[in-house]
């Protein structure tokens, strides 16, 4: 029997996880919720580099990985290609193709955390999308802005700072009333993919606001990549049977 070890923690991964039988594993960096209704194994937490993983794919059979995280956890999909050129497993991926701008879009592109600070500079109230890295830097808010933060991690916040933590998908009516709310000016965020966070840059669009976009990481080739959760369980039920 192939076994498959599908690496994830994105909507598009748990959609693939779902279709899995028991001999195959699910696997998380146990940030978030673990899903506890799933037919496959699931585990929870790092490998241990790229020598850890090579080691599981050995010791459990592993005969392909599926590497459908998030197009900016780069470091795991670096170690999955790296661990399976080792061990001679087979590495496919679900790569979440990137928003484009569209007419009305007025996106700057920021390299990285100092780049996004610097593209703020000129606004009040942003709305930082980024996850919790933003966490690190309320004590560097300028006295000249006030920071909405929206990611999975309850925080307190500060008084230049309020945290929103929501999981998405955010809809258009909702991310009008968070705009509307704390009266936003800028939007920053990765630049994601998908549908369930992209209205917030609708939003933006039709309130001609500017789009602070963090750059994608590069990441590595896989032997196939899919743009989308279905097509790659296309294909995987090509190469075994899913119940
Ligand atoms: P990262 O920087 O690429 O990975 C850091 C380390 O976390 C990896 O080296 C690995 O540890 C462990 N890890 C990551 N994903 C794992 C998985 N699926 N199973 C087992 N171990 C995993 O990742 P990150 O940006 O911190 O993201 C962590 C997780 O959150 C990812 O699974 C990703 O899909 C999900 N996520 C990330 C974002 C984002 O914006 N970065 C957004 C939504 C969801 P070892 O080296 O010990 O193996």
């Known amino acids: 029997m192939k ?17 899995l039988g028991t001999s195959h594993v699910y696997s998380l960096a146990g940030l978030a ?20 993983l090579a080691t599981y ?16 956890a ?18 496919w991926a679900v790569r979440r193709p990137a928003w484009q701008p ?11 955390w100092p780049g996004v600070v610097d593209a703020i500079a000129a606004y009040e109230k942003p709305l930082l999308t980024l996850g919790r890295e933003p966490l690190a830097h309320l004590d560097e808010i300028p006295a000249s802005q006030f920071w909405t933060i929206r990611c999975l991690d309850p925080h307190e916040g500060n008084a230049r700072a309020r945290i929103v933590d929501a999981r998405g998908p955010f809809s258009i009516e ?3 009333a968070l705009f509307d709310v704390a009266r936003i000016d800028v939007v920053v965020s990765k630049n994601s993919g ?14 001609g606001l500017p789009v602070v976009m963090l750059a994608r990481p590069a990441l590595p080739e896989a032997d196939r990549a899919f743009d989308d959760p ?6 995987l039920t090509t190469e075994l049977p899913l119940p």
């Open 174 to 176: 909702g991310e009008r």
């Open 57 to 72: 794919l050995r010791e459990e059979d592993i005969a392909l990985v599926l590497d459908a995280t998030h197009p900016y």
């Open 74 to 91: 780069a470091q795991m999909s670096r170690h999955a290609r790296e661990a399976c050129t080792l061990v001679g497993v087979r590495l």
């Open 194 to 207: 998908g549908r369930a966070t992209e209205a917030k840059l609708a939003v933006a669009r039709e309130r």
């Open 102 to 112: 569209r007419t009305g879009d007025v996106w700057r592109e920021a390299r990285d």
């Open 3 to 19: 076994r498959v070890l599908l690496l994830g923690g994105t909507g598009d991964a748990l959609v693939v996880a779902r279709r």
């Open 33 to 52: 919720r673990v899903p506890t209704d799933l037919a496959c194994e699931v585990r929870v937490g790092g490998f241990g580099g790229v020598a850890g």
């Open 230 to 235: 279905a097509s790659a369980l296309d294909a």
